[in-house]
């Protein structure tokens, strides 16, 4: 399935994949940590889990989406897993995680298969990259978040982003 609904650097892209919708129950996938470990959805059963989509960690919006996502949800629950999905090779998301030195973000990485841009809609068809986006998903597997950015040079709402995250934790 292929929608163009996004942009990067002005220029329209084509996603691909179908977005999951509030609600369903979340997409598995299939993952590789900095440490090439294959993750998937179940990796994390019964915790909440907040999916920061990101280009590249490379670039400077990418960066300070994870920075900042690590700041905000630091200490916030035992019960929560953070996570930046990218098409980084493992290689490059370990160097970022320790030159950066963030250690409650789960560096993942989508280049073997796609599963995961493919299942949640944010396959930039023209780049093999990510589209910036933020998924939440409650401790049952449910989609309770959706934001996809509509310029990827843009950064996503955060504030909307972490009200919904506390309002997931407190149930």
């Known amino acids: 399935m292929e929608r163009q609904v996004s942009r990067m650097g002005g220029n329209i892209i084509t996603l691909l994949g179908k977005t999951p919708n ?3 129950m979340a997409p598995d996938f299939a993952l590789r940590d900095s440490d090439l470990l294959q993750v998937t959805l179940a990796t994390y059963a019964g915790k909440v889990k907040l ?3 990101v280009p590249s960690i490379e670039t400077t919006v990418c960066d300070q989406q994870t920075k900042r996502l690590s700041k905000e949800t630091a200490g916030m629950s035992e019960d929560l897993v953070v996570a930046s ?3 980084d090779l493992p290689f490059a998301l370990k160097r970022w995680t320790t030159s950066c030195k963030v250690k409650n973000v ?3 990485s989508d280049y073997m298969d796609s599963s995961f841009g493919m299942a949640y809609g944010v396959l930039i068809k023209e780049l093999k990259l990510l589209n910036r986006s933020i ?3 409650d401790r049952q597997d449910t989609l309770q978040y959706v934001e996809i950015v509509d310029e990827n040079d843009n950064h996503p709402n955060y ?3 972490l009200a919904a995250l506390a309002r997931i934790l407190k149930k």
């Open 135 to 137: 998924f939440i998903v």
């Open 85 to 87: 999905v990218s098409m």
């Open 51 to 53: 999916l920061s989509v």
């Open 159 to 161: 504030e909307r982003a």
């Open 106 to 108: 789960i560096m993942l």
């Open 22 to 24: 509030l609600g369903d």
